[in-house]
């Protein structure tokens, strides 16, 4: 490694931090992958070492959130974007109605694709508050083909502390922003999907976990790289599967489980933004949060200052190494964000120039 190697406090919304040992490890192994005497972008997807490779970070994907045996794990392309039309095209049909929560962003747009499929209600929303909170109540019925939840807010940063019991109604959540950012009991799921960039890897993989029932039952008329039927019975392999992207969850994965597993990441990502929202919160009238303190998030801290300073907070921040703090394009202000990656180390040294900053500027 270069002497002089010099990294930024990386605060960036997604692509975003990874674990400085998940890239060493990379560079380690580029040009010799597994004694293969090529990079893991140069081998066959078919080949013996990248099928282990593919095992491997499955296996570590199962084991970390224990993921149940009557689950598949799939490694997708195409975003969390394309999730939000595959999930209703293979789970929804124009008779039938899903249920959806709209607690940022994100959610809409999630909406917006499953109305091209059937029939759709919002059986909760904050935007009225724009949108500073989970809501209270999330009815569920029962005749409902699923209900869709965003389970952390990446743009206004708020996280859903507690899911809804749906019963017989499979609860479908998008976790791109906090998957592997604590535990999860997999089981309150009918499916999971996670774009990787935030706290997985690099952008171009996407991780969907998706209970079998659900499989069997899809629409069979899809086309078929549309269909989860057609990339579980090929083991994410019916077509070319993004294997640098999955090569680096795998990296990323195995650091989790060597830091402790998701009970550690929990621990940590709660010391980490309780830095943050200490610093807003010892600033009253400086500093405003975005979210209602029971709805925060551990992974994005949405925060504005007083109008006259806040371009002059992103840009002073900048210079002094924190990068990534300006808010979403959407919505402005700014925006902390602290995923697995983010030592806290980075973490409290953003509080400290946020104290100092308000004590200069206050
Ligand atoms: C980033 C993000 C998306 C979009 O992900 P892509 O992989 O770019 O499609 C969707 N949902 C949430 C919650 C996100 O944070």
């Known amino acids: ?17 990874l674990p400085l040992p998940a890239l060493e490890r990379a560079q380690a192994e580029l040009l010799d992958f597994a004694g293969t005497g090529m990079s893991v972008m140069e081998i066959s997807h078919r080949a013996k070492p990248f099928i282990a490779l593919q095992d491997e970070a499955e296996s570590l994907v199962r084991e970390l959130l224990g993921v149940p045996a009557n689950y598949k794990v799939l490694f997708l392309q195409g975003g969390a974007s394309l999730q939000f039309a595959m999930a209703p095209m293979n789970l929804l049909t124009p008779e039938k109605r899903a249920d959806y929560v709209l607690t940022d962003d994100w959610s809409k747009k999630a909406l917006k694709e499953a109305k091209r499929f059937g029939q759709t209600k919002v059986v909760a929303s904050s935007e009225e508050t724009r949108f500073d909170r989970i809501p209270a109540e999330i009815p569920v019925a029962s005749d409902a083909a699923y209900l869709h939840v ?58 969907v ?96 200052l007083p109008e006259a300073v806040e371009k002059r907070f992103v840009a002073e921040a900048e210079a002094e190494g924190f990068v990534g703090l300006a808010g979403h394009r959407s919505v402005g202000g700014c925006r902390a964000s602290i995923y697995n990656a983010v030592s806290e180390d980075s ?16």
Do not use: C
């Open 150 to 207: 965003t389970s952390n807010n990446t743009i206004v940063g708020t996280q859903f502390q507690r899911f809804p019991s749906t019963g017989a109604v499979p609860l479908i959540a998008d976790m791109s922003s906090d998957i592997m950012g604590r535990p999860l009991d997999v089981s309150q799921f009918g499916l999971i999907y996670a774009g990787a960039q935030k706290n997985l890897g690099p952008s171009g993989v996407t991780l």
């Open 209 to 304: 976990i998706i209970r079998e029932d659900l499989i069997e039952a899809g629409n069979a008329d899809l086309a078929t790289m549309l269909s989860y039927k057609t990339h579980a019975e090929a083991g994410s392999m019916y077509n070319t599967p993004p294997t640098f992207g999955i090569y680096m969850l795998r990296n990323v994965l195995d650091w989790i489980k060597g830091e402790g597993g998701l009970t550690a990441m929990e621990a940590r990502n709660a010391r980490k933004a309780s830095a943050i929202y200490g610093a807003i919160d010892r600033h009253v009238g400086f500093y405003e949060g975005h979210a209602q303190r029971d709805s925060r998030s551990v992974m994005n801290v949405t925060f504005r």
């Open 1 to 17: 490694m270069p002497t002089q190697l010099k990294r930024v406090h990386n605060f960036y919304a997604g692509p975003a931090a």
């Open 347 to 362: 973490v409290k040294a953003l509080a400290a120039f946020m104290d100092e900053f308000a004590r200069k500027n206050g």
